[in-house]
């Protein structure tokens, strides 16, 4: 199976508060986990990605866990902005073979201020 | 270095006409993947290419739809006799290839074309 499950669906949190998305996958073959940010009317910006032979990678507010033996993985942004309001997109890929990524369906994340 | 450039950003055809959408990779990317995202979904896998070559075609519609990636040139997405269900938006990446096993298939992404059919 090729699917990546993604939730919520939507995410209000207030300014400073910590947003988490998870995201659940099925392949195992697959080798590469990137999350993508996307602003309205924009294209998929690449945000941070991990391997799965690493459990947490963090790169300044953004923070992905990987859980392998569960198959999921995780965005979590710290002290949440109104600037971080956007849709964000797990996907999964196999990264040695240079093919398609397959993508969550995406949270629709609002920062109130 | 410029990014992933896709033009036109926005297109508008009448049902039946032809959409070209075109897409130039990052500079050094060999590797380009076209998705599509109708309204309030998420990006769905069309087809990917290499020059010269297309290596997966999977996702892409059995009519209607065509991609190539030539020796010179950008990337073209082509859909014939558009209909209503076509409008979307078109989005392309490019990857780098073989530079290292951990860079290969990192994607970037365009602007996207943005398909209205009336």
């Known amino acids: 199976q090729q699917q990546v499950k993604q939730s919520p669906q939507s995410l209000i949190v207030q300014k400073g508060g910590i947003s988490i998305i998870n995201c659940a996958y099925e392949n195992t073959a697959f080798d590469y986990f990137p999350w993508y940010q996307q602003f309205p009317g924009k294209g998929p910006a690449l945000l941070i990605a991990i391997r799965p032979d690493v459990s947490e990678k963090k790169e300044g507010r953004f923070t992905i866990s990987f859980n392998k033996s569960a198959k999921q993985f995780s965005l979590h942004i710290m002290d949440s902005q109104p600037g971080d309001s956007a849709t964000y997109f797990c996907a999964a890929v196999f990264q040695t073979s240079g093919s398609r990524l397959t993508f969550g369906e995406g949270t629709q994340l609002t920062v109130n201020p | 270095n410029a990014g992933v450039m896709q033009n036109p950003r926005h297109l508008v055809r009448r049902r039946g006409q032809e959409a070209r959408l075109r897409c130039s990779p990052m500079k050094g990317h060999s590797h380009v993947y076209w998705y599509r995202q109708l309204p309030e979904e998420g990006l769905k896998f069309m087809v990917y290419l290499q020059k010269e070559n297309i290596i997966d075609e999977s996702g892409m519609p059995k009519e209607r739809f065509s991609a190539e990636f030539p020796k010179e040139g950008p990337s073209i997405l082509r859909i014939q006799q558009v209909v209503r269900g076509d409008s979307a938006a078109y989005f392309c990446?490019?990857?780098?290839?073989?530079?290292?096993?951990?860079?290969?298939?990192?994607?970037?992404f365009g602007a996207g074309t943005r398909l209205s059919v009336l």
């Open positions: 990446a490019s990857s780098p290839g073989k530079i290292g096993l951990i860079a290969k298939n990192i994607q970037y």
